[in-house]
């Protein structure tokens, strides 16, 4: 539970309730802590999500640079084989660039013939991004590159670990969206 939020600090730190760090819930350990036993532990949620996720790039990235293709679109391939896009203002949204960089984006997958546009939509400001079969391809190629990254970070996690982090992160992804909207 969330007890107070510091102001005035590079990343945004937060007091979080949490069980002491005695070794509950690891492997040996057998004793639950007892509610005088929890303690205040100082956690910057901010700089950690930041700093995994430039290390996630920075990994995955190291994998795609034996071939001309960028993690970015890589993932941008991703967005359109999953149905998470179909314009070029969503994937703008999505990566959270601006307009001239996502046209950049687009340019690169589509000559490379990974992408197609569609202006066919019938409003002239709407550009409809379609993936092609060599785009698709390439997304399916590359795919056990990203995985065997992840299975390197987190080949000492139990199923039951890496589970819990999926769910949670799933959870925070969602109390964003909710927050988002208000």
């Not at 690891?26 to 999500?49: F, Q, W, Y």
């Not at 967005?79 to 949204?93: I, N």
């Not at 079969?133 to 390439?138: M, N, P, R, S, T």
């Amino acid at each position: 539970m969330v007890t107070e939020a510091l102001r005035g600090r590079k990343c945004a730190l937060l007091r979080l309730q949490t069980p002491s760090l005695m070794g509950y819930g690891r492997k040996g350990a057998d004793v639950e802590p007892s509610k005088g036993e929890h303690k205040m532990k100082e956690i910057s949620l901010t700089c950690n999500v930041r700093r995994i996720h430039k290390q996630l790039v920075k990994n995955v990235q190291a994998r795609f640079s034996e071939s001309d293709r960028s993690f970015e679109e890589w993932m941008a391939l991703r967005l359109l084989f999953e149905g998470r896009v179909k314009t070029a203002g969503d994937l703008a949204r999505e990566f959270g660039i601006a307009t001239g960089a996502t046209t950049r984006l687009i340019d690169n997958l589509e000559e490379q013939g990974f992408i197609e546009r569609d202006k066919k939509s019938g409003d002239r400001r709407v550009v409809l991004v379609r993936l092609t079969d060599k785009g698709a391809q390439h997304f399916e190629e590359r795919l056990p590159d990203l995985l065997e990254c992840w299975n390197e970070v987190l080949g000492d996690w139990s199923p039951d670990e890496v589970e819990q982090l999926t769910l949670l992160m799933a959870k925070l992804e969602s109390s964003f969206a909710r927050t988002a909207s208000k």
